[in-house]
C-alpha cells in the first residue's frame, strides 16, 4: 500500500513538473499557425510603412543639394570647425555648383527641420485614436486602412511639393495621421493572438519590419534619388506609396482579428492559445479607466521610456543623412546605403534578441519582467555608450560609421523592453495604453528633428553636432533608468474593470468565481463562433 501511494505521489510530481515546464507551452504548438502568418503580414506592413515615413530623411538631400550646399559655405569658415571637404578646392568644385544649381528647392535648416517633423505632428494626434478605434473594431480594419492611407498620401507627395511648400508640410501632416493606428492596432492583434512568452519573439520580429523600412528606404532611395526615374527624387515616393497598396490587398485576407472569426484556424491553435486565457486579450471593455491609468506607475515607466528611446532614435533618424552629407561628406549615391548600414545591423539584433529571449524564458532561465528590464537596460545605456563616443569622434568617417552601427545594435535589445510592456500590464486596454505611450514617443519625431535644426541652423560644425548627441544620450540615459526602476510585467487591477463593476453586485464569493466563469463563457462563445463560420 505505501509502495502505490509512493508511486502515485512520484507520478503526480512528474505530471506536475511536466506540465510546468515545456509540455505546458508547446501542447498544440504547429510549427505554422495563423498567429504565424499574422506576424509575417504585419512585418512586411511594417517594412513598407517605415519606407513611406523615412522617404523625405534621405529624398531632402537630393531635393535641396544639402550637401553640397554646406560644402560650399565651409570652404570660407573656420577649418578647425569643420571636416575638410574632399571637393573643396578642386577643380570639380564647379561640378558640385552645378548638382547644386539643379536642386529644386531652397529651404534652410529650419525648413527641413519642419519638414522631416510634419509628419509626426499627425502621427502624434492619432495614435490614441488609433488605439481606440483598434480595441473597438480590431486591428485588422485599422491597420489595414492606415496603411491605405498612407499610401494615397506618399504618392501624392511629389505634386505637393512642387505646388507649395506649405502643401508638402500639409500632406506629410496627413501621411503621419493615417499611420497614428499601425501600432496600437498591431498591439491589440498580438495580445490577442500570441501568449506572454512568446510575445518577445513575435513583438521582436514584427518591429524589425520597421527598421528593415529604414534600410530598403536609405539604400534604395538614395539609389533612386540619383537616377533619372521619374525625375529623381520623386521616384522614391512613388515606389514606396505603389508598395503600400500592393501589401494592403492580402492584409484583409490573410489577417482576422480573432480565432473565434478566422475562417482558417486550426482546433489545435484555438486550445493553444486558451493556455493563456488570463494573460491575452479576451474582452473588450466598454469604459477606459482614464484615472486609474493617470496614476500607474508601470504605465509612466512605459510612457517615459517610449519618449527617451524614441528621441534618440528620431535624433539619428532624421539627422542621420544630413551628417554624412554636410559633415563627413559622402557623395548622394553613398549617403542612402551608410546611412542604412546601423539600420540593418539594429533589424538582425532586434531578431536575435528576440529569439534568445523567447529561448530563455521557455526554459526558465529568466522571468518575464527580468527579460523586460534586462533588455531595455542594455539597449538604453548601449545606446547612451554610443552617443556619447560619438561626441569625442572627429572627422574620421570610418570610425563614426562603425560606432553609429554599434549603437544602433545595442538598441536592438530594448524591443523585448517597454514596447512589449502595455501588453504585459493590461492586455484588454492595450490598445489603449499603447496609443497613449506611442502619442509621448511620436512627439519627438518633432521635438527631435526641431532641437537638430535649431542648433545647426547656419552652424553645420562638429560641435553643434556633438551637442546634438550629448543632449540625446542624457535623455535616454534617463528615461531607461526610470522603466528599470519602476517597470512591472503583473497585469494591473484596472485591466480587469468591467469585471471590477459587476462585483459589486454580487457576494464576494460570487465574485471571486466570476473572473474564470466569464473567462469559460467567453471561449465556449468563440468556439461555436468559429463553429459557425466554418459551416457557413
Given at each position: 500500500?505505501?509502495?502505490?501511494?509512493?508511486?502515485?505521489?512520484?507520478?503526480?510530481?512528474?505530471?506536475?513538473?511536466?506540465?510546468?515546464?515545456?509540455?505546458?507551452?508547446?501542447?498544440?504548438?504547429?510549427?505554422?499557425?495563423?498567429?504565424?502568418?499574422?506576424?509575417?503580414?504585419?512585418?512586411?506592413?511594417?517594412?513598407?510603412?517605415?519606407?513611406?515615413?523615412?522617404?523625405?530623411?534621405?529624398?531632402?538631400?537630393?531635393?535641396?543639394?544639402?550637401?553640397?550646399?554646406?560644402?560650399?559655405?565651409?570652404?570660407?569658415?573656420?577649418?578647425?570647425?569643420?571636416?575638410?571637404?574632399?571637393?573643396?578646392?578642386?577643380?570639380?568644385?564647379?561640378?558640385?555648383?552645378?548638382?547644386?544649381?539643379?536642386?529644386?528647392?531652397?529651404?534652410?535648416?529650419?525648413?527641413?527641420?519642419?519638414?522631416?517633423?510634419?509628419?509626426?505632428?499627425?502621427?502624434?494626434t492619432t495614435n490614441l485614436l488609433g488605439g481606440l478605434a483598434a480595441e473597438r473594431f480590431g486591428g485588422r480594419l485599422a491597420f489595414g486602412w492606415s496603411l491605405i492611407l498612407s499610401s494615397v498620401f506618399c504618392v501624392l507627395s511629389p505634386i505637393c511639393a512642387r505646388l507649395s511648400t506649405v502643401l508638402?508640410?500639409?500632406?506629410?501632416?496627413?501621411?503621419?495621421?493615417?499611420?497614428?493606428?499601425?501600432?496600437?492596432?498591431?498591439?491589440?492583434?498580438?495580445?490577442?493572438?500570441?501568449?506572454?512568452?512568446?510575445?518577445?519573439?513575435?513583438?521582436?520580429?514584427?518591429?524589425?519590419?520597421?527598421?528593415?523600412?529604414?534600410?530598403?528606404?536609405?539604400?534604395?532611395?538614395?539609389?533612386?534619388?540619383?537616377?533619372?526615374?521619374?525625375?529623381?527624387?520623386?521616384?522614391?515616393?512613388?515606389?514606396?506609396?505603389?508598395?503600400?497598396?500592393?501589401?494592403?490587398?492580402?492584409?484583409?485576407?490573410?489577417?482576422?482579428?480573432?480565432?473565434?472569426?478566422?475562417?482558417?484556424?486550426?482546433?489545435?491553435?484555438?486550445?493553444?492559445?486558451?493556455?493563456?486565457?488570463?494573460?491575452?486579450?479576451?474582452?473588450?471593455?466598454?469604459?477606459?479607466?482614464?484615472?486609474?491609468?493617470?496614476?500607474?506607475?508601470?504605465?509612466?515607466?512605459?510612457?517615459?521610456?517610449?519618449?527617451?528611446?524614441?528621441?534618440?532614435?528620431?535624433?539619428?533618424?532624421?539627422?542621420?543623412?544630413?551628417?554624412?552629407?554636410?559633415?563627413?561628406?559622402?557623395?548622394?549615391?553613398?549617403?542612402?546605403?551608410?546611412?542604412?548600414?546601423?539600420?540593418?545591423?539594429?533589424?538582425?539584433?532586434?531578431?536575435?534578441?528576440?529569439?534568445?529571449?523567447?529561448?530563455?524564458?521557455?526554459?526558465?532561465?529568466?522571468?518575464?519582467?527580468?527579460?523586460?528590464?534586462?533588455?531595455?537596460?542594455?539597449?538604453?545605456?548601449?545606446?547612451?555608450?554610443?552617443?556619447?563616443?560619438?561626441?569625442?569622434?572627429?572627422?574620421?568617417?570610418?570610425?563614426?560609421?562603425?560606432?553609429?552601427?554599434?549603437?544602433?545594435?545595442?538598441?536592438?535589445?530594448?524591443?523585448?523592453?517597454?514596447?512589449v510592456s502595455n501588453q504585459d500590464i493590461a492586455p484588454n486596454l492595450c490598445g489603449t495604453l499603447a496609443g497613449l505611450t506611442n502619442t509621448v514617443g511620436a512627439l519627438t519625431g518633432i521635438l527631435a528633428p526641431g532641437v537638430?535644426?535649431?542648433?545647426?541652423?547656419?552652424?553645420?560644425?562638429?560641435?553643434?553636432?556633438?551637442?546634438?548627441?550629448?543632449?540625446?544620450?542624457?535623455?535616454?540615459?534617463?528615461?531607461?533608468?526610470?522603466?528599470?526602476?519602476?517597470?512591472?510585467?503583473?497585469?494591473?487591477?484596472?485591466?480587469?474593470?468591467?469585471?471590477?463593476?459587476?462585483?459589486?453586485?454580487?457576494?464576494?464569493?460570487?465574485?471571486?468565481?466570476?473572473?474564470?466563469?466569464?473567462?469559460?463563457?467567453?471561449?465556449?462563445?468563440?468556439?461555436?463562433?468559429?463553429?459557425?463560420?466554418?459551416?457557413?
Amino acid at each position: 500500500m505505501a509502495v502505490k501511494k509512493i508511486a502515485i505521489t512520484l507520478q503526480s510530481n512528474e505530471k506536475l513538473h511536466f506540465e510546468n515546464g515545456r509540455n505546458q507551452f508547446d501542447e498544440g504548438k504547429e510549427w505554422w499557425g495563423c498567429r504565424h502568418t499574422i506576424a509575417v503580414m504585419s512585418f512586411i506592413g511594417l517594412v513598407v510603412s517605415y519606407a513611406m515615413r523615412v522617404n523625405l530623411s534621405i529624398a531632402i538631400v537630393a531635393m535641396v543639394g544639402t550637401g553640397v550646399k554646406n560644402a560650399t559655405r565651409f570652404i570660407q569658415r573656420n577649418q578647425s570647425e569643420v571636416c575638410p571637404a574632399p571637393y573643396a578646392q578642386s577643380p570639380e568644385l564647379n561640378d558640385q555648383e552645378q548638382i547644386r544649381a539643379n536642386a529644386e528647392f531652397d529651404w534652410d535648416e529650419e525648413t527641413q527641420g519642419l519638414l522631416l517633423g510634419a509628419f509626426f505632428w499627425g502621427y502624434s494626434t492619432t495614435n490614441l485614436l488609433g488605439g481606440l478605434a483598434a480595441e473597438r473594431f480590431g486591428g485588422r480594419l485599422a491597420f489595414g486602412w492606415s496603411l491605405i492611407l498612407s499610401s494615397v498620401f506618399c504618392v501624392l507627395s511629389p505634386i505637393c511639393a512642387r505646388l507649395s511648400t506649405v502643401l508638402f508640410i500639409a500632406i506629410r501632416l496627413l501621411t503621419g495621421a493615417a499611420q497614428g493606428g499601425l501600432f496600437p492596432s498591431l498591439v491589440v492583434l498580438i495580445s490577442t493572438w500570441v501568449s506572454p512568452k512568446e510575445r518577445s519573439k513575435f513583438t521582436s520580429f514584427i518591429y524589425a519590419g520597421s527598421n528593415l523600412g529604414t534600410v530598403v528606404a536609405m539604400s534604395g532611395g538614395g539609389w533612386l534619388c540619383s537616377s533619372n526615374l521619374f525625375g529623381g527624387w520623386p521616384s522614391i515616393f512613388y515606389a514606396s506609396g505603389v508598395l503600400g497598396f500592393a501589401c494592403g490587398i492580402p492584409w484583409f485576407v490573410l489577417v482576422h482579428d480573432r480565432h473565434s472569426t478566422h475562417p482558417r484556424v486550426s482546433q489545435k491553435e484555438i486550445d493553444y492559445i486558451a493556455q493563456e486565457k488570463d494573460s491575452v486579450r479576451q474582452q473588450m471593455v466598454n469604459s477606459v479607466p482614464w484615472r486609474d491609468i493617470a496614476k500607474s506607475l508601470p504605465f509612466w515607466a512605459i510612457a517615459i521610456a517610449s519618449f527617451g528611446n524614441n528621441f534618440g532614435f528620431h535624433t539619428l533618424l532624421s539627422g542621420l543623412p544630413l551628417y554624412f552629407s554636410n559633415i563627413l561628406f559622402f557623395d548622394l549615391k553613398e549617403n542612402g546605403v551608410l546611412s542604412a548600414l546601423p539600420y540593418l545591423g539594429l533589424t538582425v539584433v532586434i531578431i536575435f534578441w528576440g529569439t534568445l529571449m523567447d529561448i530563455c524564458t521557455h526554459k526558465n532561465v529568466f522571468s518575464i519582467g527580468t527579460v523586460r528590464k534586462l533588455s531595455a537596460a542594455i539597449g538604453g545605456y548601449g545606446q547612451v555608450v554610443g552617443l556619447i563616443s560619438m561626441y569625442f569622434l572627429g572627422c574620421d568617417a570610418f570610425l563614426a560609421l562603425c560606432i553609429l552601427c554599434i549603437t544602433m545594435a545595442f538598441s536592438g535589445a530594448s524591443y523585448c523592453g517597454y514596447p512589449v510592456s502595455n501588453q504585459d500590464i493590461a492586455p484588454n486596454l492595450c490598445g489603449t495604453l499603447a496609443g497613449l505611450t506611442n502619442t509621448v514617443g511620436a512627439l519627438t519625431g518633432i521635438l527631435a528633428p526641431g532641437v537638430t535644426g535649431l542648433i545647426i541652423q547656419g552652424n553645420q560644425t562638429l560641435s553643434a553636432w556633438r551637442l546634438v548627441f550629448l543632449i540625446s544620450a542624457v535623455v535616454v540615459f534617463i528615461s531607461t533608468t526610470f522603466f528599470v526602476v519602476f517597470s512591472t510585467n503583473q497585469i494591473q487591477p484596472w485591466n480587469a474593470i468591467e469585471f471590477k463593476k459587476k462585483k459589486n453586485n454580487v457576494s464576494s464569493h460570487a465574485s471571486s468565481e466570476k473572473p474564470q466563469h466569464v473567462a469559460y463563457n467567453i471561449t465556449q462563445t468563440e468556439k461555436k463562433d468559429r463553429d459557425e463560420n466554418s459551416e457557413l
